[in-house]
């Protein structure tokens, strides 16, 4: 470790007297350049920040003026240079640090605007290799973390969002900036150099098949983990009152808040969970789910949302209650009068047809979502555990002809009817807690269990539910999210009226399991893939 230099402590406030401005984002530039100019703040800079300077009418002076070197291969190399570097870093309280500017002709650097190349952007549909290179930065975040690590004397600005009020303040106290926004601005080009080489390390540590390096010997995970995202919101609280919370990411492509309340930190957790479920039924047919505490309380799919809403409304009708609806098709009049006559907390739809908005936002705490299902999220799946965090890749939604990899071991197939019902079934059971089971007819949910410490329990609850709501559960089909430990499961679920089961099969009694099936004549699909969710 590098001890700290023995030093008079800094001052509050310093002046600035000469600024280096460098951005490939010229928002707001023009503004502060001139502001900083009638300062009479001495401005550096390099290629297209001067010439858009000098577009505005602000004096400047170029970088390769105060270097003695032009500007070399393509604009590669042009501030990485101690008459830039030296000046940005030298401590004003060290004699020794001013001796040495004084010996080289280096004049001092009070702040220093740096925004980044475009790495994210350039890179977001896919690109080589040499692309990807082409849009690292080397320059701007040597000069950003020399001015973040000088704090003390410099200021660093990274976001054009800061210019204004950088300027204000320089305007209020005579040029001078505080220790406390110095040091704000410190942090945050600390955080952004941080988030910009994390998605460099993300881009080259991923497949590149363009140089002959195939999926299989790429690395699965990379060697280190980074996350470095945006504060999008504080939210009110946490999992509870006393917990506190906030939204970190950008979900402006995923969905938008339209009407209502902030969403909160469950709400978040089971707007995802909805979002994850409805997205299994993209391209099918007119679906609703109903979810609350991320379970589906019902699923149902039909010719038309109204009679899917009531279909999935059947299968629990006291949970729905401050619940989550929703739908995979604009929600259209009277579907949303249906789902009206209950307190539902949040609606999510991809759109609303005419009018349907103006009729939700009669209540005025609901929150109405508008949502893309065709909207990928994140890469891969995070979680918080002891320790550290897991990470994985995500479940994504099953393929609509994900039956063609499925197996019959059972000595009767599954009509076609019943083929219908296994894959509607496994795309809900995917999206239940296990240990889950799911009973289905006819495009509806009749029973859900979920979250059970055994798989009997699960499926007993779901039976109660359904017979709660008086469902008939004969000729009905059964999913469940792993393989049927022992025969007793298979058995139950008959029992209940299932005549066909999905599972994914694999357990050291799947013989047993099958001569169970076949004994009381029913169909059961092997998936050879389970869908745990913890």
Partial sequence: MISAKDLPAPDDRYPVRRALLSVSDKAGLADFGQRLHALGVELLSTGGTARALREAGVPVTDVAAVTGFPEILD?????????????????????????????????????????????????????????????????????LRAAAKNFAFVAAIVDPADYDAVADELEAHDGTLSMATRRRLAAKGFAHTADYDAAIAAFFAGDSPHLGIEADEAEAMPERFAVDLPKADDLRYGENPHQRAALYGDASGIYEVLHGKALSFNNLI???AALDLVKEFAGGPPTVAILKHTNPCGVGQADGLETAYHKAFATDRQSPFGGIVVVNRPLDQATAEAIDAVFTEIIIAPDFEDGVLDFLQQKKNRRLVSADLAASGDGRNVRTVSGGLLVQDPDAPLAADVRDGWTVPTERQPTEREWADLDFAWRVCKHVKSNAIVYARDGATLGIGAGQMSRIDASEIAVAKGAKSELDFAGCVVASDAFFPFADGLEAAAEAGATAAVQPGGSVRDDEVIAAADARGVAMAFTGRRHFRH
Wanted: hydrophobic share 40%.
């Fill in 270 to 272: 089971d707007l995802t």
């Fill in 75 to 143: 604009g590669r190399v042009k501030s990485l240079h101690p008459a830039i570097h030296g000046g940005i870093l030298a401590r004003r309280t060290d004699p020794d640090d001013l001796g040495q500017l004084e010996e080289h002709g280096i004049a001092p650097i009070d702040l220093v605007a740096v925004n980044l190349y475009p790495f994210r952007e350039a890179t977001a549909g896919g690109a080589t290799d040499a692309v990807a290179a082409e849009n690292v930065d080397i320059g701007g975040p040597g000069m």
